[in-house]
């Protein structure tokens, strides 16, 4: 515990927020270490991604893991539309995404099935749309759990509905090659478009090389009806 004392756990998390961003990162450590240590949500997730980004601090996925993991035995209940729910949520995707491959020289193994267990929770209970994208991946992968491409654009329509654009990219991808669900060459291209025009294509390239092969391979007439579906798609939007 910090030598530092604040006058409430509220206090410290304002401090910690504060010198974050004034750039003084081992003084938000301190102050976050204070209110993490009391269970404050925001606190241990915030702890969580520095440690996870190496952001003003070392380097250090087992902390991230262990401050990730605490948030999320204590938060698990926690209403799907309370205020604390995303970041919850993001803990759960972050234990998910650690669980796959595992902590090289630290008890966290790689275990596949556990990683399916996070990503199923987040996408169930407080439909996260990373954890439905990455739940998808392990569906069509056939990774911790049985190979089911239905069931995974399933999860990929439900992140792509609420402007995930990878899952936007990956379920018009399926769509178009028909591979394992029925193919709707136009509604994939919707897909696609609606992902390319939401990123920076060179941050995203594999985004953008989808697109551009969907839509140099198209005819005429699936490009039309591409176009009048993302139409009726943005209109039902507003």
Not at 121 to 143: K, M
Request: no cysteine; glycine share 8%.
């Amino acid at each position: 515990m910090p030598a530092t004392k604040y006058g409430s756990v509220r206090e410290a998390l304002r401090t910690g927020m504060r010198d974050y961003n004034a750039g003084d990162k081992l003084g938000a450590v301190q102050a976050l270490e204070y209110a993490a240590g009391q269970g404050h949500t925001l606190a241990l997730w915030k702890l969580g991604r520095m440690y996870a980004d190496g952001d003003g601090v070392q380097h250090d996925d087992l902390k991230a893991f262990e401050y990730f993991s605490k948030l999320a035995d204590q938060n698990a209940d926690e209403s799907p539309d309370s205020p604390n729910a995303p970041v919850i949520s993001s803990a759960f995707v972050a234990l998910g995404t650690y669980f796959l491959d595992g902590i090289k020289g630290t008890y966290v193994t790689a275990n596949p099935a556990r990683a399916v267990e996070m990503f199923n929770y987040a996408a169930s209970y407080f439909s996260d749309s990373n954890a439905q994208y990455n739940l998808a991946r392990l569906y069509l992968e056939g990774t911790g759990v049985e190979k089911d491409v239905r069931l995974a654009a399933r999860w990929l329509n439900l992140a792509a509905e609420k402007g995930h654009h990878a899952s936007q990219a990956l379920l018009g991808h399926l769509l178009i090659t028909g591979q394992g669900v029925p193919r709707q060459r136009a509604k994939g291209l919707m897909w696609l478009t609606l992902a390319r025009e939401s990123i920076d294509p060179a941050k995203e390239q594999w985004i953008a090389k989808l697109y551009d092969e969907a839509f140099s391979n198209a005819s005429d007439s699936d490009r039309k009806l591409a176009l009048a579906l993302l139409e009726q798609y943005i209109q039902s939007r507003h």
